[in-house]
Protein backbone atom coordinates (compact mmCIF):
# COMPACT_ATOMS: atom_id res chain seq x y z
CA UNK A 1 0.00 0.00 0.00
CA UNK A 2 1.24 3.72 -0.84
CA UNK A 3 2.48 6.07 2.02
CA UNK A 4 1.32 9.28 1.76
CA UNK A 5 2.49 11.36 -1.32
CA UNK A 6 3.01 14.64 -0.94
CA UNK A 7 4.11 16.79 -4.77
CA UNK A 8 6.17 18.77 -5.15
CA UNK A 9 8.52 17.73 -3.14
CA UNK A 10 10.80 20.45 -3.81
CA UNK A 11 10.08 24.20 -4.73
CA UNK A 12 11.55 27.89 -4.76
CA UNK A 13 9.10 30.71 -4.71
CA UNK A 14 9.84 34.50 -4.85
CA UNK A 15 8.33 36.71 -2.34
CA UNK A 16 4.55 38.16 -2.72
CA UNK A 17 3.85 34.62 -5.40
CA UNK A 18 1.55 32.63 -4.49
CA UNK A 19 2.23 28.38 -3.72
CA UNK A 20 0.25 25.48 -4.09
CA UNK A 21 0.94 21.95 -2.76
CA UNK A 22 -0.74 18.45 -3.33
CA UNK A 23 -1.16 15.98 -0.81
CA UNK A 24 -2.32 11.77 -1.82
CA UNK A 25 -3.25 10.65 1.39
CA UNK A 26 -3.09 6.26 2.29
CA UNK A 27 -5.29 4.90 0.34
CA UNK A 28 -8.69 4.60 2.60
CA UNK A 29 -7.78 7.33 4.90
CA UNK A 30 -10.29 9.93 4.87
CA UNK A 31 -8.59 12.31 7.66
CA UNK A 32 -5.30 15.01 6.18
CA UNK A 33 -3.64 16.97 8.18
CA UNK A 34 -1.15 19.76 7.49
CA UNK A 35 2.02 20.82 9.26
CA UNK A 36 4.52 23.03 9.37
CA UNK A 37 7.99 22.33 10.10
CA UNK A 38 10.84 25.12 10.66
CA UNK A 39 13.97 25.51 13.28
CA UNK A 40 12.77 27.96 14.98
CA UNK A 41 8.91 26.71 15.68
CA UNK A 42 9.38 22.95 15.03
CA UNK A 43 6.20 20.81 13.63
CA UNK A 44 3.05 23.22 14.35
CA UNK A 45 -0.55 22.33 13.13
CA UNK A 46 -2.01 24.33 10.22
CA UNK A 47 -5.77 22.13 9.30
CA UNK A 48 -7.45 18.87 9.14
CA UNK A 49 -9.83 18.05 6.77
CA UNK A 50 -12.03 15.50 7.03
CA UNK A 51 -14.66 13.96 4.03
CA UNK A 52 -13.95 17.66 2.49
CA UNK A 53 -14.93 19.44 5.95
CA UNK A 54 -12.03 21.62 7.38
CA UNK A 55 -12.76 20.48 10.75
CA UNK A 56 -9.84 22.12 12.50
CA UNK A 57 -7.31 24.85 12.23
CA UNK A 58 -3.96 26.15 13.33
CA UNK A 59 -2.77 29.43 14.38
CA UNK A 60 -2.07 30.79 10.86
CA UNK A 61 -2.90 33.77 9.08
CA UNK A 62 -5.61 34.21 6.64
CA UNK A 63 -2.89 33.46 3.49
CA UNK A 64 -2.74 29.70 4.32
CA UNK A 65 -5.85 27.96 3.01
CA UNK A 66 -6.64 24.11 1.93
CA UNK A 67 -8.95 22.33 0.73
CA UNK A 68 -10.14 18.29 0.51
CA UNK A 69 -11.48 16.69 -2.92
CA UNK A 70 -14.22 13.81 -2.80
CA UNK A 71 -11.33 11.34 -3.17
CA UNK A 72 -9.79 12.91 -0.05
CA UNK A 73 -6.81 14.16 -1.87
CA UNK A 74 -6.03 17.90 -0.68
CA UNK A 75 -4.33 20.61 -1.83
CA UNK A 76 -3.37 23.75 0.46
CA UNK A 77 -2.19 27.16 -0.54
CA UNK A 78 -0.17 30.07 0.55
CA UNK A 79 -0.84 33.25 -0.95
CA UNK A 80 1.16 35.92 -0.92
CA UNK A 81 4.78 34.38 0.15
CA UNK A 82 6.82 36.06 3.20
CA UNK A 83 10.73 34.74 3.63
CA UNK A 84 8.91 33.20 6.52
CA UNK A 85 7.17 30.61 5.28
CA UNK A 86 9.88 29.22 4.28
CA UNK A 87 9.48 25.80 5.32
CA UNK A 88 8.86 22.35 5.23
CA UNK A 89 4.87 21.54 4.51
CA UNK A 90 4.16 18.06 5.85
CA UNK A 91 0.80 16.13 5.22
CA UNK A 92 -0.52 13.83 7.30
CA UNK A 93 -3.36 10.78 7.01
CA UNK A 94 -5.11 8.85 9.35
CA UNK A 95 -7.92 6.39 8.62
CA UNK A 96 -10.98 8.29 10.15
CA UNK A 97 -11.40 11.92 12.15
CA UNK A 98 -10.42 10.34 15.52
CA UNK A 99 -8.33 7.21 17.03
CA UNK A 100 -6.88 5.57 13.88
CA UNK A 101 -2.63 5.78 13.28
CA UNK A 102 -1.32 9.56 11.88
CA UNK A 103 1.16 8.70 8.96
CA UNK A 104 3.14 11.46 7.35
CA UNK A 105 4.42 12.24 4.18
CA UNK A 106 8.14 13.32 2.98
CA UNK A 107 6.96 16.37 2.51
CA UNK A 108 7.25 19.62 0.41
CA UNK A 109 10.66 21.71 1.37
CA UNK A 110 9.52 25.53 0.06
CA UNK A 111 12.03 28.36 -0.27
CA UNK A 112 11.22 31.69 -0.49
CA UNK A 113 13.21 34.32 -2.06
CA UNK B 1 -2.30 25.54 26.73
CA UNK B 2 -1.31 22.83 25.44
CA UNK B 3 2.16 22.00 25.27
CA UNK B 4 4.61 18.63 24.92
CA UNK B 5 8.34 19.19 25.24
CA UNK B 6 11.21 16.97 25.82
CA UNK B 7 13.83 16.83 28.70
CA UNK B 8 16.81 16.03 26.25
CA UNK B 9 18.08 17.80 23.25
CA UNK B 10 20.57 15.58 22.01
CA UNK B 11 21.62 12.02 23.60
CA UNK B 12 24.61 10.31 22.51
CA UNK B 13 24.60 6.76 22.59
CA UNK B 14 27.24 3.67 22.06
CA UNK B 15 26.10 1.55 19.70
CA UNK B 16 24.29 -1.26 21.19
CA UNK B 17 23.82 0.74 24.55
CA UNK B 18 20.00 0.98 25.03
CA UNK B 19 18.58 5.15 24.39
CA UNK B 20 16.01 6.58 26.84
CA UNK B 21 14.02 9.76 25.20
CA UNK B 22 11.73 11.60 27.67
CA UNK B 23 9.04 13.86 26.93
CA UNK B 24 6.68 15.77 29.22
CA UNK B 25 3.02 17.04 28.44
CA UNK B 26 0.77 19.26 30.23
CA UNK B 27 -2.71 18.41 28.59
CA UNK B 28 -4.13 16.11 30.84
CA UNK B 29 -7.13 15.41 28.44
CA UNK B 30 -4.80 13.65 26.53
CA UNK B 31 -6.28 10.89 24.56
CA UNK B 32 -3.86 8.97 22.69
CA UNK B 33 0.28 9.80 22.49
CA UNK B 34 2.63 8.76 19.39
CA UNK B 35 6.45 8.93 18.62
CA UNK B 36 8.17 9.74 15.59
CA UNK B 37 11.64 9.28 14.23
CA UNK B 38 12.48 11.52 11.55
CA UNK B 39 15.99 11.54 9.85
CA UNK B 40 17.72 14.20 7.90
CA UNK B 41 15.20 15.21 4.28
CA UNK B 42 12.42 12.84 5.29
CA UNK B 43 9.18 13.17 6.84
CA UNK B 44 8.53 11.99 10.77
CA UNK B 45 8.49 8.21 10.57
CA UNK B 46 5.47 6.32 12.51
CA UNK B 47 7.60 4.45 15.72
CA UNK B 48 5.23 3.80 18.06
CA UNK B 49 1.76 4.60 20.03
CA UNK B 50 -0.03 4.75 23.11
CA UNK B 51 -3.57 5.76 23.80
CA UNK B 52 -3.89 7.08 27.82
CA UNK B 53 -5.69 4.37 29.31
CA UNK B 54 -2.17 2.19 28.79
CA UNK B 55 1.00 2.45 31.16
CA UNK B 56 3.37 0.57 28.82
CA UNK B 57 3.26 -0.99 24.75
CA UNK B 58 5.82 -2.94 23.17
CA UNK B 59 7.35 -2.82 19.40
CA UNK B 60 10.27 -4.27 17.88
CA UNK B 61 13.36 -2.59 20.14
CA UNK B 62 10.97 0.27 21.18
CA UNK B 63 8.93 0.44 24.46
CA UNK B 64 6.88 3.76 25.23
CA UNK B 65 6.09 4.38 28.99
CA UNK B 66 3.16 6.44 29.51
CA UNK B 67 3.06 8.56 33.45
CA UNK B 68 -0.23 10.33 33.75
CA UNK B 69 0.23 10.97 37.32
CA UNK B 70 3.03 12.92 36.34
CA UNK B 71 2.27 13.16 32.74
CA UNK B 72 5.36 11.78 31.27
CA UNK B 73 5.96 9.85 28.13
CA UNK B 74 9.31 7.56 27.19
CA UNK B 75 10.73 5.72 24.72
CA UNK B 76 13.50 3.43 25.41
CA UNK B 77 15.24 1.96 22.59
CA UNK B 78 16.69 -1.65 22.77
CA UNK B 79 20.29 -2.11 21.44
CA UNK B 80 20.73 1.10 19.17
CA UNK B 81 21.82 0.88 15.87
CA UNK B 82 23.70 3.39 13.54
CA UNK B 83 20.13 3.38 11.74
CA UNK B 84 18.56 4.95 15.12
CA UNK B 85 20.54 7.98 14.52
CA UNK B 86 17.68 10.65 13.89
CA UNK B 87 15.20 13.64 15.66
CA UNK B 88 12.42 11.77 17.69
CA UNK B 89 9.31 13.81 18.32
CA UNK B 90 6.47 12.72 20.79
CA UNK B 91 3.15 14.01 19.89
CA UNK B 92 -0.19 13.90 21.76
CA UNK B 93 -3.87 14.35 20.73
CA UNK B 94 -7.03 15.06 22.67
CA UNK B 95 -9.29 13.66 20.48
CA UNK B 96 -12.36 16.31 21.09
CA UNK B 97 -10.27 18.34 19.01
CA UNK B 98 -9.44 15.54 16.32
CA UNK B 99 -6.68 14.58 14.96
CA UNK B 100 -4.43 17.76 16.01
CA UNK B 101 -0.93 16.79 16.99
CA UNK B 102 0.89 19.09 19.34
CA UNK B 103 4.57 18.13 18.81
CA UNK B 104 7.50 18.76 21.21
CA UNK B 105 10.83 20.56 20.23
CA UNK B 106 12.48 16.83 19.15
CA UNK B 107 15.79 14.88 20.33
CA UNK B 108 18.21 14.33 18.39
CA UNK B 109 20.00 11.05 18.92
CA UNK B 110 23.44 9.99 17.38
CA UNK B 111 24.72 6.82 17.59
CA UNK B 112 28.30 6.33 18.39
CA UNK B 113 29.95 2.82 16.79
Known amino acids: KAGVTQTPRYLIKTRGQQVTLSCSPISGHRSVSWYQQTPGQGLQFLFE???????NKGNFPGRFSGRQFSNSRSEMNVSTLELGDSALYLCASSADRVGNTIYFGEGSWLTVV | GESVGLHLPTLSVQEGDNSIINCAYSNSASDYFIWYKQESGKGPQFIIDIRSNMDKRQGQRVTVLLNKTVKHLSLQIAATQPGDSAVYFCAEIGWSAGNKLTFGGGTRVLVKP
Open chain 1, 49 to 55: YFSETQR
